[in-house]
T-cell receptor, first 114, second 112 residues
Framework: EAQVTQNPRYLITVTGKKLTVTCSQN?????MSWYRQDPGLGLRQIYY???????DKGDVPEGYKVSRKEKRNFPLILESPSPNQTSLYFC?????????????FGSGTRLTVV | GENVEQHPSTLSVQEGDSAVIKCTYS??????FPWYKQELGKRPQLIID?????GEKKDQRIAVTLNKTAKHFSLHITETQPEDSAVYFC???????????FGTGTRLTVIP
């Protein structure tokens, strides 16, 4: 089944403790992206990747890192999480490098930083 | 970059009535306009999209219309059912650009 897999689904952590949210897709998509979803703000892009070893900042990149060492994986790293990073996170992928194809989203990671 | 505005933020309709959600975009170069449905606790899923070379697209009870001159596009759901209750997001992308720009979402509630 074609899908984007995120882990974990839920995560509670303490301020400053490094964490990684994993994202993997099995569709051989070039493009992958991370979004955060907050009430009233919709989906805001954190980082995206056009292909292996090619990453770039989205609208809200501060406090996050990503890497794209393999085509299928695009982990999101929070080196020193803070409470304002409490949010619902989605990984997404699509075929091609231009935006006029539909995205496939992962099932989401609800992160709470206390 | 592109700015997408979506209205209303919440919408309640009686089962069987129609629902309309509207979005405006700022950059006339945008040429791809998808709509996503997010049910409670689930991921956003693409339900319909339209490209700027067409003015309307239908898929059963849902349709999207695009007015390039006014820079707005709308989602129309007819004969609404309780399972249509969800948050709907519109989005737009610029010609040749890498990224989609999302609206802030509309929470649709269909009252049985």
């Amino acid at each position: 089944e074609a899908q984007v897999t995120q882990n974990p689904r839920y995560l509670i952590t303490v301020t400053g403790k490094k964490l990684t949210v994993t994202c993997s897709q099995n569709m051989n998509h070039e493009y992958m992206s991370w979004y955060r979803q907050d009430p009233g703000l919709g989906l805001r892009q954190i980082y995206y990747s056009m292909n292996v070893e090619v990453t770039d900042k989205g609208d809200v990149p501060e406090g996050y890192k990503v890497s794209r060492k393999e085509k299928r994986n695009f982990p999101l790293i929070l080196e020193s999480p803070s409470p304002n990073q409490t949010s619902l996170y989605f990984c997404a992928s699509r075929m091609g490098t231009v935006a006029n194809y539909g995205y496939t989203f992962g099932s989401g990671t609800r992160l709470t930083v206390v | 970059g592109e700015n997408v505005e979506q209205h209303p933020s919440t919408l309640s309709v009686q089962e069987g009535d129609s629902a309309v959600i509207k979005c405006t975009y700022s950059d006339s170069a945008s040429n791809y306009f998808p709509w996503y449905k997010q049910e409670l606790g689930k991921r956003p899923q693409l339900i319909i999209d339209i490209r700027s070379n067409v003015g309307e697209k239908k898929d059963q009870r849902i349709a999207v219309t695009l007015n390039k001159t006014a820079k707005h596009f709308s989602l129309h759901i007819t004969e609404t059912q309780p399972e249509d209750s969800a948050v709907y997001f519109c989005a737009a992308s610029l010609t040749g650009a890498n990224n989609l720009f999302f609206g802030t979402g509309t929470r649709l509630t269909v009252i049985p």
